[in-house]
T-cell receptor, first 116, second 110 residues
Framework: GAGVSQSPRYKVAKRGQDVALRCDPISGHVSLFWYQQALGQGPEFLTYFQNEAQLDKSGLPSDRFFAERPEGSVSTLKIQRTQQEDSAVYLC??????????????FGQGTRLTVV | QQQVKQSPQSLIVQKGGISIINCAYENTAFDYFPWYQQFPGKGPALLIAIRPDVSEKKEGRFTISFNKSAKQFSLHIMDSQPGDSATYFCAAKAGTALIFGKGTTLSVSS
């Protein structure tokens, strides 16, 4: 695809359910980032992958959040036992070069998660 | 602790006017300062970016002014158009993660 693709676009989960959010980065992009954007706020960093290696997970808010990128392309963000405070838009971004180089990060449209 | 402070929260500008959004930061390790534009239901898209060794960068109607000593940078949108109505985020980077400001909602009235 031409851009970063995220699915599903919308997800409603009952409190306590597990959810899995998918990100298809731009083909060939080494770096992949997950961000959480609460309503009316800027995106907040969750985690970073360089190829299949998760090099930074300092932004993950709790051990209920887990991300993987097993083959260095598609990534999944999993949230276990969802809580109402997890309601947000989850954004995935990818960039061509490793994250420490200042290259443009391309964002997907995000997955809007609503926990009821 | 908010590492990047953005103002104003919202801005209304007449068509053809100049929109100015300001950001301030504390971390002197930041070495990349992009501005992102976000439309409702879309992800942020890079608008323009600057590195701290440059005081100004212009791309079309968009200009970043950077003041390293004051640890401030701003976005100027010249000849603002209704199509510019969106939320704008400044950001800064040191290492891997972008740190975003809280955003400015710009409305350009025709």
């Amino acid at each position: 695809g031409a851009g970063v693709s995220q699915s599903p676009r919308y997800k409603v989960a009952k409190r306590g359910q597990d959810v899995a959010l998918r990100c298809d980065p731009i083909s060939g992009h080494v770096s992949l980032f997950w961000y959480q954007q609460a309503l009316g706020q800027g995106p907040e960093f969750l985690t970073y992958f360089q190829n299949e290696a998760q090099l930074d997970k300092s932004g993950l808010p709790s051990d209920r959040f887990f991300a993987e990128r097993p083959e260095g392309s598609v990534s999944t963000l999993k949230i276990q036992r969802t809580q109402q405070e997890d309601s947000a838009v989850y954004l995935c971004a990818s960039s061509l070069a490793p994250g420490t180089i200042n290259t443009e990060a391309f964002f997907g449209q995000g997955t809007r998660l609503t926990v009821v | 602790q908010q590492q990047v402070k953005q103002s104003p929260q919202s801005l209304i500008v007449q068509k053809g006017g100049i929109s100015i959004i300001n950001c301030a930061y504390e971390n002197t390790a930041f070495d990349y300062f992009p501005w992102y534009q976000q439309f409702p239901g879309k992800g942020p898209a890079l608008l323009i970016a600057i590195r701290p060794d440059v005081s100004e960068k212009k791309e079309g109607r968009f200009t970043i002014s950077f003041n390293k000593s004051a640890k401030q940078f701003s976005l100027h949108i010249m000849d603002s158009q209704p199509g510019d109505s969106a939320t704008y985020f400044c950001a800064a980077k040191a290492g891997t993660a972008l740190i975003f400001g809280k955003g400015t909602t710009l409305s350009v009235s025709s």
